[in-house]
């Protein structure tokens, strides 16, 4: 048996921005039918549209992960699609890059709401169905943003995903006994569509490259392995965890 075999299962990656695409096609690629969520419809329906050219199920969510009704509606509907739903990953989020003294309370709220809040609400709705048919894998977008601050500011950022780290754990041992394992992926700097233009900054990109171990920066295909992973049969006993993809930053500071 090949525990890292997940052809046939039954995803639902919300998220389809940078990383959360990549994690979508790279599961597509390993047989999984794949339900593709995205507050932008049109950009959920691109995503499902490759997801069909590997030759599996995808299907467009357009969802509002603030919502519950929004949730709710897009769980029913993948529902109606596939027969259960075997994994979850929850990869959407925002952020702003202003230092504290200056953030504006709205924009802490609205990050806190999406990253944290959204999270949860996908994580309660889905978790619920995975308890009817007797299990099921969560995957939650993290940061090492969430274990530790960065003096360019994103503190609104390290809180909503020290709020992820946590929720992860405390679901982890709530549902265990429901068989639904929940873990996370803590990448460090991801260079995305949405982050290259930080990146053009030659000062921030030489401090960002100085202070990884293996100097460089993530791209989205070095998340998608360790989610895949740990949605698998081979990380079966594997729950409550916070997997860092940080070319060792984790391990120097």
């Not at 995205?38 to 590997?54: K, Y």
């Amino acid at each position: 048996m090949n525990g890292f075999d997940i052809s046939g299962k039954h995803a639902v990656v919300i998220g389809m921005g940078g990383i959360g695409r990549e994690i979508a096609l790279g599961l597509a690629d390993h047989g999984a039918h794949v339900a593709a969520a995205d507050l932008d419809a049109g950009r959920a329906a691109a995503a499902a549209e490759a997801i069909r050219a590997r030759g599996v199920d995808g299907v467009p969510l357009a969802v509002q992960i603030t919502d519950e009704e929004s949730v709710r509606h897009a769980a029913d509907e993948v529902l109606e699609a596939f027969p259960r739903v075997d994994i979850l990953v929850n990869a959407a989020g925002v952020t702003v890059r202003t230092r504290a003294e200056a953030l504006p309370v709205a924009d802490w709220r609205r990050v806190l709401d999406v990253n944290a809040t959204g999270t949860f609400i996908c994580c309660q709705i889905f978790g619920a169905h995975m308890a009817e048919q007797g299990g099921g894998a969560i995957v939650n977008l993290s940061s090492v943003r969430g274990r530790f601050g960065a003096s360019f500011g994103q503190a609104e950022y390290s809180a909503s995903k020290g709020a992820v780290d946590s929720l992860t754990r405390a679901l982890a041992a709530q549902w265990a006994e429901l068989g639904i394992r929940v873990n996370a992926v803590a990448p460090t700097f991801v260079e995305t569509e949405l982050t290259r233009t930080v990146l053009a900054d030659t000062t921030f990109a030489a401090a960002l490259r100085a202070s990884i171990p293996m100097g460089r920066w993530a791209d989205a295909a070095d998340v998608v392995g360790p989610v895949i992973f740990l949605a698998s049969p081979a990380a079966g006993f594997i729950t409550g965890q916070i997997l860092y993809v940080d070319g060792g930053l984790t391990a120097r500071v």
